[in-house]
């Protein structure tokens, strides 16, 4: 960063620490939002390949927890999800991880959690009304502290983005989850 502040000849009247806390705070008041802002998510699509990058925290210690006794049962755990919407359904897709009626805890690496829980894609209709869509695939993976949700299928990634919605909601469910409003970068595959 080369921007320099310039201050009037009635500045010196400042003592030098004082002057040099001026200088410091606004250092301070500049820099740090840039730094404390988290990643965001990012998401391509072509003719044939869909690709969303969701960043994630990793927990103390590297050790993700799940099934973890102050879930309630039946209750959405880990999500991390992209929900577009085409026409009149809304498609949502990747990776899910519910508390089931007598589960045991889980611990382990990010990896683990993903084992865990199930990939799936699901079509909601106008009036909220959804269902996985049995055949559909979607994979997910960790790369570089993102989640990569990735539809290979051309046919599916023409169903879900044939109207070329602007943007996605990606959704996070985790101890420090965020949600966001993705714009989407389409691109020819000729490119």
């Known amino acids: 960063m080369q921007d320099r502040i310039q201050f009037s000849d009635d500045s010196q009247a400042l003592g030098g620490a004082t002057m040099r806390s001026l200088q410091i705070a606004f250092f301070a008041f500049t820099l740090v939002p840039l730094l404390a802002q988290s990643p965001a998510a990012t998401g391509t699509v072509t003719a044939t390949n869909a690709e969303f990058r969701i960043p994630f ?38 990776f899910y991880l519910h508390k089931y009626p007598g589960s045991r805890e889980g611990r382990g690496q990010i990896q683990d959690l993903l084992r865990a829980g199930q990939a799936s894609v699901f079509k909601e209709d106008a009036e909220g009304r959804g269902e996985m869509l049995p055949d559909a695939r979607v994979a997910v993976t960790v790369e570089n502290a993102t989640i ?17 919605p602007e943007t996605v909601a990606i959704h996070s469910r985790t101890p420090a989850a965020d949600y966001q409003v993705v714009r989407v970068n389409y691109r020819d595959p000729a490119q």
Do not use: C, M
């Open 148 to 164: 990569l949700v990735r539809i290979s299928d051309p046919t599916l990634v023409s169903l879900i983005f044939r109207e070329h």
């Open 57 to 94: 925290q990793q927990p103390t210690g590297g050790v993700w927890t799940w099934n973890r006794a102050d879930t309630p049962d039946n209750a959405s755990e880990y999500t991390w999800t992209v929900t577009a919407k085409n026409g009149n359904a809304q498609y949502s897709f990747g």
